[in-house]
């Protein structure tokens, strides 16, 4: 019964240590899963594949430093997807401290694409291809605002340029020229996307959001409303899946890295939940 | 006056902000769209001032009055003395007034933000599950039915969303899926509705005026 006891009362500092080396060692010797792609992610892909060559896609970056290790997988695997097929993007985040992570994303997919190209047609190029609209607050403001008129909320984008100068915001006036808007986010931007954008003006509307914060978003995907749906760390991974898969684009997975550490977290969480059951169960008997 | 007035403006912005989805005249919508653009703009830039005096406030009391953990405060102040005069001079990204740098290191926004609360950031949100781990262990007990169904539906869940569960069996990922998708809608569903129902209630009670506690001074009902 010893045994019994000791395992209903494991040191704190044992499954600290035991978790930092199942998270560590996968990281040391780094290995991709594969994963399955499940219907959420599969309709989110199609839908902004779907988006059509004059309507442009908005990228919504609502994520911290905290929420960013699940979130910005998405972020990179959805410029690369929109890109790749030339679509026309448009990015902004509803506060400001998220604006220095959609632009690191920005810079570093960009880079990827822009150094291949071999003529100015092929290149990503700022106004034509692309327009970065910073961050207008309150949140609401923009949210609804848009729907009218973008470049009347957003007088001038991120870097200070005036954008009804720039040549994509002449084609991209309002919501009547977006085709979908992805909103990437631990918190609640997707479900005002959903109650302002979409109840007021029809915007189709996907998200990305966190596993922890995933529960109260299925609602919105089962009724449709939601055109697709991105559920933490796997979300990312299986967005990279779809898009190494159907369009060949070859690049770092980062989600699909990231999972042997969180599979192996994820055992030993259920190990340490076990053996206190068991211990709990044996206890109770006892008594 | 002091109350009635603040009453009066919220029950005529707030009986017009449900007018634009109701009444698409363009007199309404143009209104609508100056009050959101404008008004609303100017208004937050207050509401910010407010916050940050308010907050000021609140920690240079709590320094004076030496209340519990007041020296935490003296960090929140010093910070944001240092972050101001950086993003004033230095800008976002170096396109301030007077940017300045040592070597490579420029003093601006940006530079905060990656190199401070970034990492910041990441390493309290990591640090989570190892707190996570250790309350599972110690929390996640079968002492009930209820208990034992959400021990069961969790282990479920946790192991359909990773790769190792569409290994153990293909039909576990699309049972973890159908769990998220029908028991937790049912219920999430049920809390959304009931959430919307009380907001509206809410909503209704402050526009009319019965729910006064937002005037502060302790003159709610």
Known sequence: MKIIDKLAKIDRRIIYLILAVVVILPMIFPSVLRVRVMPPVEKLFHAVDNVPKEKALIIDFDYAPQTAPELEPMGFALLRHAFRKRTKVLILSLYVQMLGLAQNALTEVIEEFNSVAETNTDSIIYGRDYVFLGWVPPPIIPILGMGESITNVYQVDYYGNRTDTLPLMKEIKNYNNVGLLVSLSGSDPPEWWIAYAQNRFGLQVGAGVTAVSASKYFSYYQTGQFSGLMVGMKGAAEYEEMIEKELAIKSRRIASEALPPLTYAHLVIMVFIVIGNISFLMQRRKK | ?221
Do not use: C
């Open chain 2, 1 to 221: 006056m002091k109350r009635t007035f603040p009453l009066f403006l919220v029950l005529i912005f707030g009986i017009f902000a449900l007018l634009p989805y109701i009444i698409p005249h363009p007199i309404i919508q143009n209104t609508d769209e100056l009050l959101r653009n404008n008004l609303l703009k100017i208004l937050s830039a207050f509401a910010l001032v407010l916050g940050l005096g308010s907050l000021l406030k609140v920690h240079t009391d709590k320094i004076k009055r030496k209340r519990e953990n007041w020296e935490y405060s003296w960090v929140l102040i010093m910070t944001f003395i240092i972050t101001s005069i950086i993003g004033l001079f230095g800008g976002v990204s170096g396109t301030g007034i007077l940017p300045t740098s040592i070597g490579s290191f420029p003093f601006d926004i940006q530079t905060i933000y990656f190199n401070v609360v970034v990492p910041l950031g990441s390493t309290m949100f990591a640090m989570l599950a190892f707190f996570m781990a250790s309350a599972a262990y110690r929390a996640f007990r079968a002492r009930s039915t209820e208990a034992t169904l959400l021990l069961i539906a969790g282990f479920i869940v946790m192991l359909g969303v990773l790769p190792l569960g569409n290994r153990i069996s293909p039909h576990l990922p699309s049972f973890a899926q159908w769990i998220m998708d029908v028991p937790n809608v049912a219920g999430q569903r049920g809390i959304l509705f009931g959430v919307a129902l009380g907001a509206v209630a809410t909503s209704l009670k402050i526009i009319l005026g019965i729910e006064r506690s937002w005037l502060g001074g302790g003159g709610g009902k």
